[in-house]
């Protein structure tokens, strides 16, 4: 069984640009979640994606959008960077059943450490 | 307010302490509460979740859950070097969609 992969490992951006951060689900999961998470913080929610549509969303801005592909892997995009956008992005995956249990247990894999200058 | 609360530390022990973490929460509506244990510069990996009040143990750690007080504690016995990194609690009302976390608390576990 393989688990969540994400990619890069570590990224360095200026003010203004755009990043495509890259998360590969585990086996047999169809929703993924993703999270900031600022130094010393814990993790917020962004967004989640349920097989391949948005189900669910944070208090993010609209800069910050996702994908989901049928394979179930994810793409989390932010637009016009900013210094506050510094953070570890953490994606997690789970296996949500339909009509399903009501608890999920999410896979965190190892993030993506974002620096803005 | 916050609406997870948690004592961020750092919280430093002898090894074979027993060690008791904490979260207050203001929502009511969470049913779902989780333990996830983070190690520096990784994911953080789930320890332990509990649905609603009551206790739940598994090997070293036990849960604790109290809605009426919106409180929940995970105690760690015997506790061990491998054990230092940091304790995040996070809660959820539904499937697992939004899962709310606490700032996280830094344990160090001295040999």
């Known amino acids: 069984e393989t688990g969540v992969t994400q990619s890069p490992t570590h990224l360095i951006k200026t003010r203004g640009q755009q990043v495509t951060l890259r998360c590969s689900s585990q086996?047999?999961?169809?929703?993924v979640s993703w999270y900031q998470q600022a130094l010393g913080q814990g993790p917020q929610f962004i967004f989640q994606?349920?097989?391949?549509?948005?189900?669910g969303r944070g208090n993010f801005p609209p800069r910050f959008s996702g994908l989901q592909f049928p394979n179930y892997s994810s793409e989390l995009n932010v637009n016009a960077l900013e210094l506050d956008d510094s953070a570890l992005y953490l994606c997690?995956?789970?296996?949500?059943?339909?009509?399903?249990?009501?608890?999920?247990?999410?896979?965190f894999g190892p993030g993506t450490r974002l620096t803005v200058l | 307010q916050k609406e997870v609360e948690q004592d961020p530390g750092p919280l430093s022990v002898p090894e074979g302490a027993i060690v008791s973490l904490n979260c207050t929460y203001s929502?009511?509506?969470?049913?779902?509460f989780m333990w996830y244990r983070q190690y520096s510069r990784k994911g953080p990996e789930l320890l332990m979740y509990?649905?609603?009040?009551g206790n739940k143990e598994d090997g070293r750690f036990t849960a604790q859950v109290d809605k009426s007080s919106k409180y929940i504690s995970l105690f760690i016995r015997d506790s061990q070097p491998s054990d230092s990194a940091t304790y995040l609690c996070?809660?959820?009302?539904?499937?697992?969609?939004?899962?709310?976390f606490g700032p996280g608390t830094r344990l160090s576990v001295l040999p």
């Open positions: 997690a995956s789970s296996m949500r059943l339909a009509g399903g249990f009501p608890y999920n247990e999410q896979f």
């Open positions: 086996s047999g999961h169809n929703t």
């Open positions: 994606y349920y097989r391949e549509e948005e189900n």
């Open positions: 929502n009511s509506a969470f049913q779902y």
């Open positions: 509990t649905y609603s009040s």
């Open positions: 996070a809660m959820s009302n539904n499937y697992g969609q939004n899962f709310v």
